[in-house]
Every structure is written in C-alpha cells, then in structure tokens.
C-alpha cells in the first residue's frame, strides 16, 4: 500500500508521513447561540413567535415536525426575535437557520 | 413402530432439516456469493466429520401471524460443537435460508445453550451472524433473544475467547453481539453492520448512502473500527479465523499453545531504521524481522494505522505486539489508536499472553478534534490497559519516545517488566526543535541570529536527550542493545517469565 507522503509538524519537528483522508479535521468554531437552527430535518408546523417579540430559553419558538415527533424548538440565549426564516409548512433540512435572535 | 421404521423416519425428519430453507432459498444465497450455514461450519471451520450438532429438532411455539403454520428447520440457526486445527470449539452460525435467520425465541435459546456450554467447557466461542434480524412476528420475545445473547457475551468475556464472523446483514439491535464479543471479522460485499439502514437515515436526514458506504465491510474494517478482520472471500476470512485461534488458549486459565520455533526469514541488523528521525519507515518490517518465521497477524489492519497491534510468536511462543507505526501520521497517538491498542492489550491480558511494546513516538495529535473527541479519555485507557495488565510487559525503545505517549507505550513507569532500548532511543519529554523553542524562546528571539542560535540550542538538546543513556542512568532502561541482538534479547527476556501467573483476571469490554 504506497500513498503519498506529506509532512506533519508535532512539538515544532516536521514528519514525513502518511496523513489519512479525514485524520486532521479543522475546527468549526463555537456554535453561534445566536442561530436557531433545526437539529433533524423535517417540516415547520407552527410558528409561535413573531419579529421583534422578546424570548427566552424555555420559550418555544416554533415546532418542527421530524420523526413523527412535534420538537419544540426554543432560543438558546434570551433576546429579540429579529429574523424568522421560515414559515409555516416549510420543510427543512438538518442544521438550515430557522430563526435569528438579538441579544439583550 | 418397528425399529427400522422408526430408523427410516428419523432420517426422513432428518433429511428434511438438514436441508435447511430448501433447494429455492440456498439458490438464492448462492447467488450472492454466500455460502450456507452448513457449508460454513462443515466445511470452512470445522475439521472434517468433527461436527456435533446440537438442537436441530429445536421448533417454535409462535401461534400469531400464521406461523402456527411453518416449521422452521432449526428454528434459523445451526448450532454446536467441533474442531479447529484438533481444538475444541462451541460454534453457531445463523441460516439466512431459514426465515431470513431471523431471531426468534426458540433460536435465541438455542445460541444461549450453546454459550453457555462453551463457558462450562471452557472453549472458545465462534459465531457465524447471517439475519434479517429480530423475528418480528414474535414481538418481545425476539428482544429477550438478543438481550440473553448480550448477557452471555459480557459474562463469558475475557473467560473463553469469543469470535463473530458477519456473513451477512447484522443490522439493528443485532451488531451488538459480536460488539460484545473480542474479534468480528467482514467479509467484502457480503458483510453488513449498522443501526439504523439507508433507508430510515434517506427519511430522516435526507441522505443517500448505500448499505456498502454505511456499514460494509471496507467501512467497518477501516472507517468505524468495529471489525478487526477485513477479507475478500469467506473462505480467506475462516483461513484467518484458523491462524487467530492457533494464537489463543482456549480459556483464561490455559497458556496458549507453544509451536516449534523458526527463525525469521529476514532477521534484523544493526542498520534497520533511517538516519532522519523525521522519514518514515514502515513498522511491520521490523515486527517481521524479529518474529517467528516473519509470521505477524495484524489486528484491525486498516484502522488507526498509525498504530499497529497484532499476534506473533516468539520462541514458538504467542506474544500480542503493540507497535507505533511511523510511517502513518508520524506514529502519534490519538483517539483511535488509543482505544485500539488499549483493547487489545486488555484481551492479551485476559488470555495470558505477553505483550511486546515497540516505541517510536513523536507524541500525542495535536488539534481541536482530538481535544474534541475526548484524547484526553481514551489515552487514559491506554495508561490503565498497560497499567493494568499482569502478563510480562516487554518494551523496546526504537527511536522517539517524547512525552507522555513515552510514559503511555508501555514504560517502566507503567510497570514494564523489560525495557530495552536501541542506540536511536531518543527519550525526552519532546522532540529537540520543540525543546529548543520552549526553553530558549526569549534567547532566540533577542539572538543577533535567531536562526542560528536556535539550531545550536536544539542541537545541544539533541545531544543531551536524544539517546538512551539518560533513562538507562536511572535504571528505567534495563538493557541497551543493537538492533540486530533484539530477536535473542527478547526471547531471553521472555523465558525469565516463563511461569508468570496465569487465571481468570477481568472481561474485555468493549474500548
């Protein structure tokens, strides 16, 4: 098995070795609690929030139908509904951006 | 009934079971390059005519869904004892021809009898997995099945060695026997492993994939870890499965057997590894060059290749080898290689075979996915596997032994029973350039030439650690040999232990 050998840094020393396909994945930062986006895909049946209203964890934004299951989607922060970016009976995919919310 | 028509009726009823799901069913396996159950136990396992077969009149009592009306020959599952190589084995290998080898009560029963001999007999436990999965019809009972199965699994491991060979699908609740059990083999295009199929996974995330790419048998040998033993054909994967259990006692309580030794066919000397500490080299040419007959069987062969771990024998005797592989990512320790090392350090102690660490180590890899992923739990498992572990605990130093992944490959510190090192050993807490930078970096910086000074400082480090006389001083060394005396040295090494405590000591679970 000959594959292709690239150089790897550990402690400041660069190796000449085989670095396997996914085997130095980069970091995707933090989630942004700022975003409420869908965990599982699935279809938007209600929408319990307008623009501007204040929320809070706990609350319930909306409900995303996946599964056969109603999940309640609620903020991840306390703050200002700014933007709904769905509406009722869209279906959306898993990690699509659904409501955006301003911090106090 | 007169007795020779009791005799004649018997092998009616007989022949009619052996013929398993009938003429249409086996076809239909066949065509898919699968051998039947039969076949496998008979023909690619056993020893010829050592067969004992057990519960083959076994029926179902299920009176829902019409199957009052259907005798399942076997109940799906052909199951019993035999001989490998002359060694004793408790064998089971579900028939996808019989009701697409789905688990019901009275199979599950039958496999549960079967474990459970194996535990009384003290032998080795192989399972041949071809199903659909849970019989559906038989509700609850089906599930009570499987968790029986587990049961047994977890209570006969590190007791009797357990081997699953996936002929099949093995899907759902199904995988986690043989994920209880200490070796799974695959088999390409006929092996099948997953939780929940493509077809659950389209519905709820959307995704197209096929069976191959979620849970083949190239995917569970090299991506996921689950199988340890990758093949192309069933017959090339029972060879395997023969040549693992020569390596292996048949309990807890047995050493494994001693063959007549035979040198290696290519020996080592003195000049194995490259000048530059930073090229690669590959690690199983050096295993080959010490062990018997340049005979080394690789465990999970495709995954976390960054380690290698396997069986050898030295000295006609078994020794599980754990060895850093240079050649892929530098021969760091991360995640993977943690977890595989770690288990099979756990099943080598549980079955009373030495290990041998060979170190060439730049270190743990760095990065915000191995932090992420938990490096700091799974090395752990890897200090308390070697920490743990009462067989004699062989390691050779060959080059890099930096840091933590020094301490973690099987130091002194961790209870080596034998340390030796080559020349080359360079044990310091970190490669010289690394060293150099931390402990000079405010002398670099303020240096007239940074470059300059900072290669006479990590030449100075070089000098200093970049050998194993420091850790011999101390005695964390015990010898220090040339290369081509490592063979002789070992065997040495191990005949001092040769009667090192053997017994039942913990299970293998799962890493």
């Known amino acids: 098995m000959e594959s292709k050998l690239n150089n790897l840094n550990i402690d400041g020393t660069e190796y000449l070795t085989e670095i396997p396909k996914g085997s130095l994945k980069s970091y995707e930062g933090m989630p942004d609690l700022s975003e409420v986006r869908a965990f599982i895909p699935g279809s938007i049946v209600d929408i ?13 934004l909306l409900l995303l139908e996946a599964m056969k299951m109603h999940n309640e989607i609620c903020p991840g922060i306390s703050g200002i509904v700014s933007k709904l970016h769905v509406s009722k009976g869209d279906t959306v995919k898993k990690d699509q951006l659904l409501v955006e919310i301003s911090g106090l | 009934m007169s007795i020779m028509k009791s005799v004649n009726d018997f092998l009616a009823r007989l022949s009619s079971k052996l013929k398993g799901g009938g003429e249409i069913a086996i076809e239909k396996q066949r065509k898919k390059g699968k051998h039947t159950a039969r076949e496998r136990i008979d023909e690619l396992l056993l020893d ?170 190239i995917t569970q040998a090299s991506i996921t870890g689950n199988a340890h033993f990758y093949a192309e054909s069933e017959v090339d994967a029972f060879t395997t499965l023969k040549k693992l259990l020569s390596f292996l006692p048949a309990n807890s309580n047995e050493k494994p057997p001693v063959y007549r030794t035979v040198l290696p066919v290519n020996p080592l000397g003195d000049d194995v590894i490259p ?163 931390i402990i000079y970096r405010r002398e670099i910086a303020e240096a007239d030439d940074p470059e300059a000074f900072r290669k006479k400082k990590v030449d100075e480090y070089e000098e200093k650690f970049s050998n194993p006389y420091v850790a011999a001083k101390k005695g964390y060394i015990d010898t220090i040999i040339k290369s081509s005396m490592t063979r002789e040295t070992f065997i040495k090494a191990l005949s001092v232990t040769d009667s090192f405590e053997i017994g039942h000591k913990h299970g293998n679970i799962p890493l």
């Open chain 1, 48 to 60: 319990l929030v307008s623009e501007g209203d204040r929320v809070k964890p706990g609350d319930i």
């Open chain 2, 48 to 217: 010829p005519d050592s067969f004992l077969e057990t519960d083959l009149f076994v029926e179902h009592s299920v009176k829902d869904f019409g199957m009052d009306q259907k005798v399942l020959a076997g109940d799906g599952v052909i199951t019993g004892f035999g001989k490998v190589n002359k060694k004793s084995v408790a064998v089971f290998a579900q028939d996808f021809t019989v009701a697409g080898g789905s688990l019901g009560r009275a199979h599950a029963k039958k496999i549960t009898k079967v474990m459970d001999a194996a535990g009384e007999a003290h032998i080795p436990l192989i399972g041949i997995n071809d199903s659909g999965g849970a019989r559906i019809q038989e509700g609850v009972e089906s599930l009570c099945g499987y968790g029986e199965i587990f049961y047994r699994n977890t209570r006969l491991s590190g007791i009797v060695p357990q081997i699953s060979v996936i002929l099949g699908p093995c899907a759902g609740g199904a995988v986690y026997s043989p994920a209880l059990t200490d070796f799974v083999f695959v088999v390409n295009k006929i092996s099948n492993m997953f939780i929940t199929g493509p077809q659950v996974i389209k519905t709820v995330l959307g995704e197209e994939v096929t069976q191959e790419e979620l849970g083949g048998a």
């Open chain 2, 275 to 437: 000048d530059d500490r930073k090229k690669a080299y590959c690690v199983k040419e050096l295993i080959r060059g010490i062990v018997d007959a340049s005979d080394f069987l690789e465990v999970h062969e495709r995954w976390a290749r960054n380690i290698v771990v396997g069986f050898a024998r030295l000295d006609g005797k078994t020794i599980g080898i754990v060895a850093n592989q240079p050649r892929v990512l530098a021969g760091v320790l991360d995640v993977n290689a943690s977890d595989k090392a770690a288990r099979f350090i756990r099943f080598c102690d549980s079955f009373n075979i030495p290990l041998l660490t060979m170190v060439d180590t730049p270190g743990y890899l760095p990065g915000t996915d191995q932090e992420h992923a938990g490096v700091i739990r799974h090395g752990a498992k890897l200090l308390y596997a070697y920490s743990e572990a009462t067989v004699p605990k062989m390691t050779l130093i060959m080059r890099k032994a930096y840091g933590g992944a020094y301490i973690a490959m099987c130091s002194r510190h961790l209870g080596a029973t034998f340390v030796t090192s080559w020349p080359s050993g360079e044990i310091a807490v970190m490669g010289p350039e690394g060293a150099a930078n």
